[in-house]
């Protein structure tokens, strides 16, 4: 297996159980993960919509490390979501400070 196929179905995997985590159960995992409860069905619908949106990165990184013509796009996106996670988060530790344990 090649170096990008490989990068693609290991972050794909990895970024299974954060997805699941976020909208499997977002009524059991928001207080655990982030220390606040959900209230409504507001919340749990912006929860599994981030689900989604992992997921569906995840489908595309997989399609990219099985089939060749879909390998570039993969790494395209998975650099611009991984850049894209890590510079939000480089923005929260400048403004908020360090986040718990876990986050961190």
């Known amino acids: 297996m ?20 976020y909208g499997f159960n977002p009524s059991m995992s928001a207080p655990f993960l982030y220390g606040f409860d959900i209230n409504g069905i507001n919340q749990p619908h912006i929860f599994r919509a981030v689900m989604g949106l ?39 530790l400048l403004i908020e400070g360090l986040p718990n344990g876990l986050l961190l």
Do not use: C, V
Not at 2 to 21: E, H, K, S, V, Y
């Open 54 to 92: 992992y997921l569906g990165q995840i489908f595309f990184w997989y399609l990219g490390s099985i089939k060749q013509e879909f390998r570039r796009p993969a790494l395209y996106m998975l650099a611009t979501f991984m850049l894209g996670l890590a510079f939000g988060r480089l923005i929260s």
């Open 2 to 21: 090649t170096f990008d196929r490989f990068l693609l179905a290991f972050a794909a995997t990895g970024l299974i159980p954060i997805a699941l985590g």
